[in-house]
């Protein structure tokens, strides 16, 4: 039997911010990268500069979250990766809504992800990425030198920056 000629589809959520967009300019940069894969994004909000930006790099699909996730089910997707941002560990992220509007949005997507997939009978698996500090924040400039020294005050000597 020969093999299949179907393209896998890759789907990354964040598309318009720094992971997501890189994740995506990385992977159509390589050669022949539409015949292997097809590839659906994610933004917040499509019309957006980003977003159209995003869409002429011939990314063909914008979706709001819950949508995607319910899709993901329906479609019985094997594993679901959602990027969010730490609200305090494992312990204490899923019960911390947290009054930042952007942060509060993720915790709820990381609700519904977590109820609608294990509420469930479908074979998806998930995983949420909870990053604390990325690498664009660390421009050397004094605001984020007020940041990190407060972020370090507050970590204290027995914690580190992941």
Partial sequence: MGMSTTPKTILVTGATGPQGGALIDTSLSEPNIESAFRILALAWDPHTLCAER???????????AFGLIDEAI?????????TSGNRGGEKSSWGNETPVPH???KHHIE?????????????????????TMFYENLEPTFSIKVFMSAYKDTLGSHKICQ
Avoid: C, D, M
């Fill in 54 to 64: 995003l869409l002429s790099k011939s990314t063909p699909t914008v979706k709001q």
């Fill in 74 to 82: 329906n479609h019985q997707v094997k594993y679901f990766a959602y």
């Fill in 103 to 105: 942060s509060r949005t």
């Fill in 111 to 131: 609700r519904y992800l977590s109820e609608q997939i294990n509420n469930s009978k479908t074979p998806t698996k998930w995983t949420i990425f909870s990053g």
